[in-house]
């Protein structure tokens, strides 16, 4: 998940090296990953890469799919360290809440998206230790955000396909306009 309404005019299309970040249509962003069985030195050099991406493109939350691997990985950083959860799963939630949110996969987009108020989640961590986490308001926001890039959701799946497709256009358009200026990155 991307920072907040600060970011919105800032364009940012990763590179083509470690901190790319695929991109809408990419299929990769609609398939659903697959769970981790062993979390060995592999997966590790996949968070970090993952870790690298997210930091590189001021992005708070990242999933695995985003930088096309297809494994139950999410980082986040929300102000208090990195995080890594393996195979994130949602156990329950409570309450809703309606905010506006952005997407590293989908650059100049922020949709209002409906989420849980409060969510109990349960992965795994690097060091294969069962991770359970009570969140409220935001970062449980963010978490669920990260679980469904899992699912091969993302944000524009929370709008009509009328609205979806008018976003994505407008996503193009501010796309081609940035890179003919040059300012990529
Ligand atoms: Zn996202």
Known sequence: MKENIEH?????????????????????????????????????EVADRMAESM????????????IGMLSQIVVADLGEGLRTLINPELVEGQGESVMEEGCLSLPTIEVPVKRMEKVFIRGWDLESKEVSLELIGFPGRVYQHEIDHLNGILI????????RELLIKKM?????RSQGKGSIL
């Open 8 to 44: 919105h005019n800032e364009l940012r299309i990763p590179r083509e090296d470690t901190c790319y970040v695929r991109i809408y249509p990419d299929p990769v962003l609609i398939k659903k990953a697959i769970p981790v069985w062993n979390i060995d030195g592999k997966v590790k």
């Open 55 to 66: 930091y590189a493109n001021k992005g708070i939350g990242l999933a695995a799919p985003q």
């Open 156 to 163: 524009i799946h929370y709008v009509s396909r009328s609205k």
């Open 172 to 176: 193009f358009k501010d796309l081609k």
